[in-house]
């Protein structure tokens, strides 16, 4: 089991940046993928960004490429999420997830990919 620790969240004016931070520890050794996904109210949480450790690649939701970026921080066990040009509709709780190994019978979009999650972090964009 790995524990995951979001941090970073908060109110931000549209065209403005956050930083998240994910904190892993328990058994992390191994794990396949992290990613951020996000829920906004009254819709379903919806993937953002992920992270494959096996070959350093990032992947992004249509919604978020070009203006937020997925790293990892190797010697600090943690995961990032930069997010730039913020806009209203980027308000949402976003979790951290993790998957221990590659599921063949799951999109690395789906919720059902993921193994661990933190508990969340709001992020809210408004004027």
């Known amino acids: 089991q790995v524990q995951l620790v979001e941090s970073g969240g908060g109110l931000v004016q549209p065209g403005g940046s956050l930083r998240l931070s994910c904190a892993a520890s328990?058994?992390?050794?191994?794990?396949?993928?992290m990613c951020w996904l996000r829920q906004a109210p009254g819709k379903e949480r919806e993937f953002v960004a992920a992270?494959?450790?096996?070959?350093?690649?990032?992947y992004y939701a249509d919604s978020v490429k070009g203006r937020f970026t997925i790293a990892r921080n190797n010697a600090k066990d943690t995961v990032y999420l930069q997010m730039n040009s913020l806009k209203p509709e980027d308000t949402a709780v976003y979790y951290c997830?993790?998957?221990?190994?590659?599921?063949?019978?799951?999109?690395?979009?789906?919720?059902?990919?993921?193994?661990?999650w933190g508990q969340g972090t709001q992020v809210t964009v408004s004027s």
């Open positions: 992270y494959r450790l096996t070959d350093s690649t990032a």
């Open positions: 997830a993790a998957a221990r190994y590659y599921r063949g019978g799951y999109p690395y979009t789906s919720t059902s990919f993921y193994d661990d």
């Open positions: 328990g058994h992390t050794s191994g794990t396949y993928a």
